[in-house]
């Protein structure tokens, strides 16, 4: 069971890889959406947004995220336990990368708002569970990972570690402008940039970043692939 009691503490919006879904806190702090789901492949990243509704807007609000990746039954096991990124009081968000190790089929998803930051149990234990707070629940469908020989590359990394531009070269522009995605190792996206139509050779300003490492993700049509730079280093 997950109970997240009293309120005003509750999940208003949810997106994650094709999921959006508005709805208004239940009163026993749970609902239950696992009829609606997402589609992901192992190994691919995308980006979680949770929009909630809390006391005194949100400021002392925490939320996290819980994905049973081996499907048995718990979210006890490594990397199945994340806490959001605040970029707002009313706003958590963090890219999620699915493991080439997670099970094929329908896995679940949990999501809890939760007032006190000591109270994030995934299910209630009698323990530190959740007084003030709401739980939802998804369903996230994984496929395979394809294999990496199969896969055909769609861009060039022009570079790596990175001083001041981030240049990636497009090996087909008839499949359209590409989408680049910047996150912080904790999942923080960062910076969005969108290339011209017909552009072949992409240049994204990352001046203004602090230096470190930073996962970039690609998107051009229905490809997608995600690595990882070192920025400010010349």
Same mark, same amino acid.
Do not use: C, M
């Given at each position: 069971n997950a109970t997240g009691y009293g309120g005003p503490e509750g999940i208003s919006n949810v997106t994650f890889?094709?999921?959006? +879904?508005y709805s208004v806190r239940n009163?026993?702090?749970?609902?239950?959406?696992?009829? !609606? #789901?997402? %589609? =992901?492949?192992?190994?691919?990243?995308?980006?979680?947004?949770?929009?909630?509704?809390?006391y005194r807007g949100g400021v002392n609000?925490?939320?996290?995220?819980?994905?049973?990746?081996?499907?048995?039954?718990?979210?006890?096991?490594? +990397?199945e336990s994340f806490t959001l990124n605040k970029t707002s009081?009313?706003?958590?968000? !963090? #890219?999620? %990368? =699915?493991?080439?190790?997670?099970?094929a089929g329908d896995i679940r998803m949990r999501l809890l708002v939760s007032f006190y930051d000591g109270e994030n149990n995934p299910c209630d234990t009698g323990t530190n569970d959740v007084r003030f707070g709401e739980y939802?629940?998804?369903?996230?469908?994984?496929?395979?990972?394809?294999?990496?020989?199969s896969q055909e590359p769609f861009y060039t990394l022009l570079s790596n570690p990175v001083a001041t531009n981030?240049?990636?070269?497009?090996?087909?522009?008839?499949?359209?402008s590409a989408v680049i995605t910047l996150y912080t190792m904790t999942g923080r996206k960062v910076l969005a940039h969108k290339s011209k139509e017909g552009e072949n050779t992409i240049g994204v300003d990352v001046s203004e970043l602090?230096?470190?490492?930073?996962a970039v993700q690609i998107e051009q049509g229905s490809k997608r692939a995600v690595t990882r730079v070192i920025i400010g280093i010349k």
């Open positions: 890889a094709g999921i959006d +879904n009163a026993r702090g749970y609902d239950d959406f696992t009829s !609606i #789901s997402a %589609t =992901v492949s192992a190994g691919t990243s995308h980006n979680l947004r949770v929009d909630i509704i809390g609000d925490e939320v996290y995220a819980f994905f049973d990746w081996n499907r048995d039954g718990d979210f006890a096991d490594a +990397n009081n009313l706003v958590g968000e !963090i #890219s999620i %990368t =699915v493991p080439q190790t997670a099970v939802e629940d998804y369903t996230v469908n994984i496929t395979a990972a394809k294999s990496i020989a981030l240049g990636i070269k497009l090996n087909n522009t008839a499949n359209g602090a230096q470190g490492l930073y």
